[in-house]
Every structure is written in structure tokens, then in C-alpha cells.
């Protein structure tokens, strides 16, 4: 047997003796040279765990690690590290040192295929770069929601990877002063903010599936991100919404479902930049309260080719203005009242959005709440068969598409 060979054969066989007594893994983890392989037999070993070399512990699906409610169950001091196919479970519940499942403090770690449960945050990144965070199954302490820890969260932390990872009951997943990050093909459930940015530049968010969360995606101070492909339902609630902005530039926003949410898409003074557009491109926005909600009137945005469908408002804007100044081209409209008596799927005339009662709610937030009152709906009727005054017109359409692209799943 090589000298390799007898080592890991060694620490099996410890892992093995010391799984029914809960040892300490520390001891095992530390006797590991950098570039080997500690592969635990099924078992509860006890943390918390501190790697400082680049080493491999793999747990084989069967292996738990418990903190016993003390510090983060593991903590990545080092570049080149792996964690597999563990159960990381009983963190502390100190927010001031952001006890986690993993705390990763370096570069180039993998951390793949673990169940991460009873620990307050899940995985944490501060000023790490090129990690990769895949396929793990993550859960927050049984608290409520505003003291849950964040199920992953990135500090000015570049070109990392958060891939197919299963998260419920959590706060938030947060991505903080970073950029280059490829967010994609994660599942949310139950959560405040599915994923938030903060500062956060140029990150990648793909074919995410958000569902029961407060709100989708939250952009704040951040530009340049794409997100495509992504479907986001049930954001419901006073703050319910599926994809909102604030002071954000030069963001892509292409092929995503965004089906009953409260609203769908909510803009503050975005784009912050009026010159670099965010672009709304071939997406859905079905099932809303509010279609595409506006926090006042600006100016700068692009809508092209999206299917609004069934959304109780389209389109609103607070303080009673309209929203004409942005490029509205192409896109399908439930409620267009126009023909396409040549086929070629473009209305024969444009689609105009009106506000009529509407402009109460719209001026008056907190009128909102009566917004489907037999009530208001009487007096929506009458103002759209004989308008008490010129009904507020908020956009224009001039080549409205007949057939939406798809219809809402």
C-alpha cells in the first residue's frame, strides 16, 4: 500500500472509531497534508472545524457534522479547499460573527453536495473569489424571518459560482460590493429577499427558480447584472414584488417568468443613469397585482416584445404621473382593443394605456386597498363610460404584438 494509500486508510478508521462517541473532527482535519483526501465513514462528528490547507473532507452523503450551537460548523481558511456530501447542522445564533454552516475566508474552494440545517446563515463568503457554492440543501434556524441568517452571502467576493443550490426558510441570499458572480439554476422557497443586491455590479442570475418568497430579486445601487430565464412566482404582500429596482443602470432583464406577484416589476429612479436603459425583453408578467409599477415618473427604460397578461393593473405610476418617457415597442397587451386584420401579428393601430379611477390610488396609496371594491370597481366603470374629467394617459405602444409569445404555466 503507498504511503498515500496507508494514510487515508488511517484516518478512516479513526473517523470510523470516533463517529458513535461524537469526536472532535478537528484532530482528523489537522492531521490531513495539504492536497489529501479525508473521507469520513457515516457517523456525527463534532465541530466546529477550522481548514487551513487545501485538503478534500468527504462525507459521503452519510457523515454529520454538528457545532453543538457554537461558531461556524466549518471555516475555509485557505485556497483550494473542498467540502462534500456532509450534514453541517447546529451553528450558533451570533449575527455579529455571521455564524454559518461554512465560512469561507479564500480562493478557489469548492463547497458541493451538503446539507446545510440548523445553522444561521448557510454559506458565507467575505473577500473570496473564484468559489464555487453547487447543489447543496440549505436551511436557516427555526426563527423568524427578519433574524434568520442569509442562506448564502457574498462580501466583496468576485467571479464565484452559486450553482443548483435548494434553499428554504431563510432571510435573504445577498450578494454585497461584488461582481462577476454566476447565480444560476438555484431554487428559493420561503424566504424575505430570494436574492438581493447591493453595489453590486456586472453578476450573472440564470434560470433561477423563485417561488413563496416576499421578493424575487432586488437590485439596489447595482448595474449591469442579466437576468434571463428566470421564473419568479407568489411574491405576494404589502412589499411583494418580483423584480424591483432602486438606482439601477444598464440591467438586462430577458426571458423571465414574473407571474402573481404583488407587483410584478417595480422601478425607483431607475435607471439611475438615464442614458444607460434597463432593457425588459421577452418577458412574462402574468397573474399581477401591478404589471410594471413605477415609484414616480422617470425616464429611460426600454420594454420590448414582453407579454402582459391577466395583470390586474398593467401598468401604474405613484403621485398620478405617466410613463411615456420610456420605449415601449412590441409588447402583448391582454387588453388591446385594437385588430389584426392583415395577420402579421402587429396591431393595425397602437395600444394606449389610460388611467381613470385608477389616478386615486395612484395619488393616494393607502386608497389601494379598495382597489377591487365593488365600490371602486362602480366607480372605474362609470369614469371609463363618461369620464368625469380627460382620463390620464400613461404610454403608447405604437406597434403592439396581437399573440403573446407564450402562455402563462
Excluded at 455571521?98 to 446563515?121: K, M, P, S, T, Y
Excluded at 397573474?287 to 398593467?314: A, E, I, K, P, T
Excluded at 368625469?388 to 407564450?406: A, G, N, V, W, Y
Amino acid at each position: 500500500m503507498s504511503t498515500w494509500g496507508l494514510a487515508v486508510a488511517v484516518l478512516l478508521a479513526a473517523a470510523s472509531a470516533g463517529a458513535e462517541t461524537h469526536a472532535g473532527l478537528q484532530d482528523l482535519v489537522d492531521a490531513i497534508p495539504a492536497g489529501g483526501v479525508l473521507r469520513l465513514e457515516p457517523g456525527v462528528y463534532a465541530g466546529p472545524v477550522v481548514v487551513t490547507r487545501p485538503i478534500t473532507v468527504d462525507g459521503g452523503g452519510h457523515a454529520t457534522v454538528d457545532s453543538g450551537g457554537k461558531g461556524s460548523v466549518f471555516v475555509l481558511e485557505t485556497d483550494g479547499a473542498q467540502l462534500r456530501g456532509l450534514t453541517l447542522r447546529g451553528s450558533g445564533e451570533n449575527h455579529d460573527t455571521l455564524d454559518a454552516g461554512v465560512q469561507i475566508r479564500g480562493d478557489r474552494n469548492i463547497v458541493e453536495d451538503n446539507v446545510i440545517e440548523d445553522c444561521l446563515f448557510g454559506v458565507d463568503l467575505a473577500q473570496s473569489d473564484e468559489n464555487v457554492v453547487r447543489n447543496n440543501r440549505i436551511r436557516s434556524k427555526d426563527l423568524d424571518l427578519g433574524v434568520r441568517g442569509d442562506s448564502i452571502r457574498l462580501w466583496y467576493s468576485q467571479r464565484n459560482e452559486i450553482l443548483g443550490n435548494q434553499i428554504e426558510n431563510a432571510r435573504d441570499m445577498v450578494v454585497w460590493y461584488s461582481g462577476d458572480n454566476r447565480i444560476i439554476g438555484n431554487r428559493v422557497r420561503g424566504s424575505r429577499y430570494a436574492l438581493h443586491f447591493m453595489y453590486a455590479k456586472a453578476n450573472e442570475v440564470e434560470e433561477n427558480d423563485y417561488r413563496d418568497n416576499m421578493v424575487g430579486i432586488f437590485l439596489m445601487y447595482s448595474d449591469d447584472v442579466k437576468i434571463r430565464r428566470n421564473r419568479i412566482v407568489g411574491a405576494q404582500g404589502a412589499t411583494g414584488m418580483g423584480v424591483g429596482f432602486k438606482e439601477s443602470s444598464g440591467v438586462l432583464l430577458e426571458e423571465n417568468e414574473i407571474i402573481y406577484c404583488a407587483k410584478g416589476i417595480y422601478l425607483d429612479i431607475s435607471p439611475y443613469e438615464t442614458d444607460r436603459a434597463n432593457r425588459f425583453v421577452r418577458n412574462l408578467l402574468a397573474y399581477n397585482g401591478v404589471g410594471v409599477l413605477f415609484h414616480s415618473q422617470w425616464r429611460g427604460n426600454v420594454f420590448h416584445d414582453n407579454d402582459l397578461v391577466d395583470n390586474f393593473s398593467q401598468v401604474a405610476v405613484r403621485g398620478g404621473g405617466h410613463a411615456q418617457d420610456h420605449e415601449w415597442k412590441g409588447n402583448h397587451w391582454d387588453d388591446y382593443q385594437g385588430f389584426d386584420r392583415d395577420g402579421d401579428d402587429v396591431g393595425d393601430g397602437p395600444h394606449r394605456a389610460f388611467a381613470y379611477s385608477d389616478r386615486m390610488w395612484m395619488q393616494t396609496p393607502a386608497t389601494a386597498f379598495f382597489r377591487a371594491s365593488p365600490l371602486f370597481e362602480a366607480l372605474d366603470f362609470l369614469d371609463r363610460l363618461a369620464p368625469f374629467s380627460d382620463p390620464l394617459q400613461l404610454l403608447e405602444d405604437p406597434t403592439p404584438r396581437f399573440e403573446p409569445r407564450s402562455e402563462p404555466r
